[in-house]
């Protein structure tokens, strides 16, 4: 796909700054590409490393599914870029930056602070998923 020609109504899910935003709109109309081009515009324009925001799906698939296309979409830019070292460094950082299920993040934080919340450890050969 070439340059993807954004509605307004994209637009401003992709721009807006400093609030909680809710998109809500029908299957295939373009909610994982907003999302993913709000996180490249943060990589490109504020200089954040990929492994500074957590990214959280329901299932399993639509995480490796954002991971890819969040993937995909820092080699395009790395294309255009080729010089940029901080994109360059992002596909490092990808590997092990936060995306993930609902259940994986409260898992890790469960099994990070257990001593704090004085639960005994049942977790530690459970797998990261
Ligand atoms: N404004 C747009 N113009 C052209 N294609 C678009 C636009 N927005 C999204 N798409 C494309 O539509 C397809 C479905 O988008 P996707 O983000 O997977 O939808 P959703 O997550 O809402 O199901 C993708 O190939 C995406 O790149
Ligand atoms: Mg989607």
């Not at 935003?21 to 490109?44: C, D, M, P, Q, Y």
């Not at 324009?45 to 492994?51: G, R, S, T, V």
């Amino acid at each position: 796909m070439g340059e993807v020609k954004w509605t307004s109504e994209q637009m401003l899910a992709i721009k807006e700054k400093g609030e909680n935003i809710l998109v809500a709109a029908a299957a295939g109309s373009g909610k994982t590409a907003v999302l993913v081009e709000r996180i490249i515009n943060k990589i490109i324009n504020e200089k954040i490393d990929i492994d500074k925001i957590l990214v959280v799906t329901f299932t399993k698939a639509a995480a490796s599914e954002m991971r890819g296309r969040i993937l995909e979409a820092i080699y395009k830019e790395i294309e255009k870029n080729p010089k940029d070292t901080h994109l360059g460094q992002q596909v490092t950082l990808l590997s092990k930056a936060n995306i993930c299920t609902i259940d994986a993040f409260c898992l890790d934080i469960v099994k990070n602070n257990f001593f704090e919340i004085r639960y005994i450890s049942k977790f530690k050969n459970s797998r990261r998923h």
